[in-house]
């Protein structure tokens, strides 16, 4: 009862009984000026032109324009297209219904599957967490890479970087520790990747393990 509670709770958060809306003025390279809403910076608006849905972000005021940059080329947007706020908090739905799943930036599905309903939302600007209050990193976390796990021991909870030029191996080396690691879940961002790589990070292996995939740029 409880699960269904949550379920139900997250669902409402990411909901809005009302919009606001306002009107597309000038659009200068990326960035878009526009009439109202009442937004604030940080927000995401939708905005319409024709059949045209494009999502966006408000990064800054002008007088009494607002300055929206979209998570895409403007193109085909037309003076006095709409644009809608809800007034919700920049929130991403989070639960187990990911698990498994690959998704784009905005949350949306592109494994040709649908979405079950969120367990829970998490905001998408937070504070870092007090330094103070981490926990010591005390345990090893096997890589599932015998040369790595002897010569550059990982600690769970530790970061750590791969850098080296393209083409060297680096997508190849996260791949084999996503797929042989001790994780249970996965959280992979392929961001910047080229086609030929996204594919071959997202073998059935590593969906099987329950990994949990995102994608942020195509």
């Known amino acids: ?10 669902a409402l958060n990411m909901s809005s009984t009302f919009e606001m809306r306002g009107t597309v003025t000038d659009v200068r390279g990326l960035v878009i000026e526009g009439t ?15 059949q045209q ?5 408000v990064v800054g ?12 080329e403007p193109q085909g947007l037309s003076p006095g297209a709409t644009i809608i706020s809800s007034g ?21 599905p592109i494994d040709g599957r649908p979405l079950g309903p969120p367990q829970a939302v998490a905001p998408l600007y937070r504070d870092p967490p007090n330094p103070v209050s981490r926990k010591r990193v005390s345990d090893t976390f096997d890589l599932g890479v015998k040369a ?8 769970g909870g530790q970061r750590t970087g791969i850098m080296a030029g393209s083409g060297v191996g680096k997508s190849t ?13 996965n959280v992979i961002g392929l961001i910047g990747e080229r086609g030929r790589e996204k594919k071959e990070n997202l073998s059935s292996e590593i969906l099987e393990k329950k990994g949990f995939v995102v994608q942020l740029s195509l």
């Open 1 to 10: 009862m409880s699960g269904a509670y949550a379920r139900a709770q997250a």
């Open 36 to 50: 109202g809403p009442f937004v604030s910076v940080g927000s995401t608006v939708e905005i319409r032109s024709g």
């Open 53 to 57: 849905r494009m999502q966006a972000q």
């Open 61 to 72: 005021f002008r007088s009494d324009k607002i300055l929206i940059m979209p998570y895409a």
């Open 88 to 108: 919700l908090e920049s929130n991403v739905p989070v639960g187990a219904h990911l698990l498994g799943r690959v998704i784009d930036g905005m949350g949306r």
């Open 148 to 155: 790595m796990n002897s010569f550059l021991t990982m600690g």
């Open 173 to 185: 080396l996260l791949g084999m520790i996503a797929k042989h690691s001790t994780s249970e879940v």
